[in-house]
């Protein structure tokens, strides 16, 4: 897709970045666009077959099964419009890692911290204790990356691994947080018509105010 950030989904598979597919992470990308990524990804398969799955073209009902099963849902784009796969994973209970544009940035709230896990130091319990209730009080359902930022794609999916490894039950209050949410037409109208009458009264006030 043209709006797909292949650079910053390049990080994932070049050289430099390989080291995450030797987690027993096992990763399936789905979609089609640029030949040369295409390629690229083709070769990491090749080299991690039992780690890296690459299905080229897109099938809507292939689609569904993988948000279904995944544990986190990349979606790197330069641009997004709305986008409804984040939505659709989180229903499912897929946590997505997306770039922090349009209405991934809308619809995915980032979870605060990941400094849950730096321990150690003098007073290493007692940090780690504070940095847990921070994380815990400021609980999102996702997670969100500068789609310039290579680095920090790898760097973030490493990590949200590494929650789900070492702190299981934070993991499942992160899924159900994105499970949870109502995305139906009813809350998106209750939201236009509270514009409308915000936009409405406002006028009115003017209004008045030009005729005194």
């Not at 030797?22 to 666009?33: D, E, I, N, R, S």
């Not at 070492?166 to 499942?172: A, D, I, S």
């Not at 209750?190 to 409308?196: F, K, M, N, P, W």
């Amino acid at each position: 897709k043209t709006n797909n950030n292949y650079p910053v989904l390049y990080a994932l598979v070049s050289p430099p970045r390989r080291h995450a597919f030797k987690t027993p992470a096992q990763f399936v990308f789905l979609g089609q666009g640029s030949f040369e990524i295409a390629r690229q990804i083709q070769e990491v398969e090749s080299k991690f077959p039992k780690s890296v799955k690459f299905l080229l073209g897109f099938d809507e009902s292939k689609a569904k099964k993988i948000l279904g099963a995944a544990d986190i849902l990349l979606m790197p784009s330069r641009f997004e419009p709305c986008g409804l796969c984040q939505i659709q994973a989180m229903r499912y209970g897929t946590i997505p890692v997306a770039a922090a544009v349009g209405g991934l940035k809308d619809t995915v709230r980032h979870v605060s911290s990941f400094g849950v896990f730096r321990e150690g130091g003098r007073n290493g319990a007692k940090n780690r204790r504070s940095r847990k209730k921070k994380v815990m009080g400021n609980l999102g359902n996702g997670w969100l990356c500068d789609p310039d930022d290579q680095k920090a794609l790898a760097r973030t999916v490493v990590a949200a691994l590494r929650l789900r490894e070492k702190q299981p039950e934070l993991w499942r209050r992160i899924r159900h947080a994105g499970m949870a949410k109502d995305w139906g037409w009813a809350v998106a109208a209750e939201l236009y018509e509270r514009v409308a009458r915000e936009v409405g009264a406002r006028r009115n006030r003017g209004f008045k105010e030009s005729n005194k």
